[in-house]
């Protein structure tokens, strides 16, 4: 039976890049995404013309019910899971925190944290109705350990968040054989930097950087990758930095 593994977030940057991956490996793949119907379903069109299984679903992770009924659709037309990616993240606008908007911070946690949960409980009952052992990997960020003063604070607290959320649910889980596991990424090459109000920002972090550079969004896809494989069958609770040093 096919593997079948959501990614959320995936229409661009790092999900996409995720998503492509798994496809190639034989995954079936659920992309999830909020707005942009057109790079999900041309991401699917991507992955289908290329021989795999790709199904385009819009859910807003934040919202649980509209996660339930994204779970429902995915085991009726793919079948249940064994994978979950939550790569699903916004930053806000870049800020000191004193000047960031409160409804910003409130849109940050409910997407990158509440959105993995909900998600994350989904997938849960989902595995343990199939009696699968599968794995979840979080996409946190080296926000959480550097707190990204003067642009988003908000933002590395909501990863650092998810990184304790990793550890205490992969070891609430680990007796079932279900693992639970996180990929801290340093500065990538994705819109996000256009998003957060500064499309050059990778030019001016870049410096800051150990290797010089920022990475590409295939370099954080295949430490995810890694860690859905057997090959990692006894890393659980762990989040990886995959940061260019830092």
């Not at 385009?56 to 779970?71: K, L, P, T």
């Not at 609430?172 to 957060?196: D, F, K, M, N, W």
């Amino acid at each position: 039976m096919q593997r079948v593994l959501i990614v959320t977030g995936a229409g661009r940057g790092i999900g996409a890049a995720v998503a492509r991956g798994a496809a190639a490996g034989g995954y079936a793949v659920a992309l999830n995404y909020q707005h942009d119907t057109a790079a999900a379903e041309a991401l699917a069109a991507s992955i289908r013309q290329d021989g795999g299984t790709a199904l385009a679903i819009q859910a807003d992770v934040g919202d649980q019910e509209e996660v339930e009924r994204m779970f429902d659709r995915i085991e009726a037309e793919l079948g249940a899971p064994s994978a979950l990616v939550n790569n699903a993240g916004i930053t806000g606008r870049i800020a000191n925190f004193m000047d960031t908007d409160p409804a910003a911070i409130e849109a940050v946690f409910r997407t990158n944290v509440y959105g993995a949960m909900h998600c994350s409980r989904a997938a849960v009952r989902s595995f343990r109705r199939s009696g699968t052992r599968g794995v979840i990997v979080n996409l946190s960020s080296i926000a959480a350990t550097i707190g990204s003063p003067h642009e988003f604070v908000h933002y590395a607290a909501s990863k650092a968040a998810l990184e304790t959320f990793t550890l205490g649910l992969a070891r609430e889980l680990a007796q079932e054989g279900i693992r639970v596991c996180a990929v801290a990424p340093g500065s990538t090459l994705t819109g996000i930097h256009a998003a957060a109000g500064e499309p050059g920002r990778p030019e001016r972090v870049a410096p800051k950087i150990p290797m010089q550079r920022l990475a590409t969004p295939a370099e954080i896809a295949e430490p995810v990758l890694w860690l859905l494989s057997d090959a990692a069958s006894y890393v659980t609770g762990a989040t990886l930095r995959c940061s260019g040093g830092l």
